[in-house]
């Protein structure tokens, strides 16, 4: 029931197009073709803009690597998607994100006391995904921290996980080895 519908696919079975994809993430940051990647290869040229999309957001974005990557695990949260967590938790703990706020986001709690930074990618992603949109004092806040820049980049991680999130949900993707407890079911 939980098989991994979109497994890897055997290179040799790579169109060309799928070749020169896989070769701009392994050639890239990420370094391998990973986990969100192997069901979107079935998609290349969209696996191409996401992929681009998401090394920006994830490696440059405006709002710097340790705020991302909180964001992400909101996320990652939000979707119950065990892979992102997998991956991300740890690079999280790694930024600097207190190992009791990431135990905190994976049990669906308030990781309070954040720092104000925190706080606020906490706040607005949260707020975000349940409400489907941002306050008028949440969005005050987060364009007198990080500027229009900033917060476009921030809406936009929580949008590229949650399609991250969608896909690899849908495909039932293999979670990772990794260092960090499973994510935990949330009641429903």
Do not use: K
Request: glycine content about 6%.
């Amino acid at each position: 029931m939980n098989e991994d519908r979109l497994p890897p696919l055997p290179e040799s079975q790579w169109s060309e197009q799928q070749r020169a994809e896989a070769r701009a993430v392994i050639d890239g940051p990420r370094g391998a073709l990973v986990s969100p990647f192997v069901p979107l290869l079935r998609s290349p040229e969209l696996m191409g803009h996401a992929q681009r999309m998401g090394e920006y957001l994830r490696y440059r974005s405006a709002i710097g690597l340790r705020l991302s990557e909180l964001a992400i695990l909101v996320t990652a949260r939000h979707w119950s998607q065990p892979v992102e967590w997998a991956i991300h938790a740890p690079i999280a703990a790694r930024e600097g994100i207190a190992p009791e706020a990431i135990a905190a986001i994976a049990e669906g709690r308030d990781p309070a006391p954040l720092r104000d930074d925190e706080q606020l990618v906490h706040d607005f992603c949260t707020e975000l995904h349940r409400a489907q949109s941002i306050s008028d004092p949440t969005w005050a806040r987060a364009v007198a921290r990080w500027g229009e820049q900033g917060v476009i980049d921030l809406i936009a991680i929580n949008g590229y996980y949650a399609l991250l999130s969608m896909v690899m949900n849908a495909a039932r993707t293999a979670v990772p080895a990794s260092s960090a407890p499973p994510l935990p079911p949330l009641p429903r």
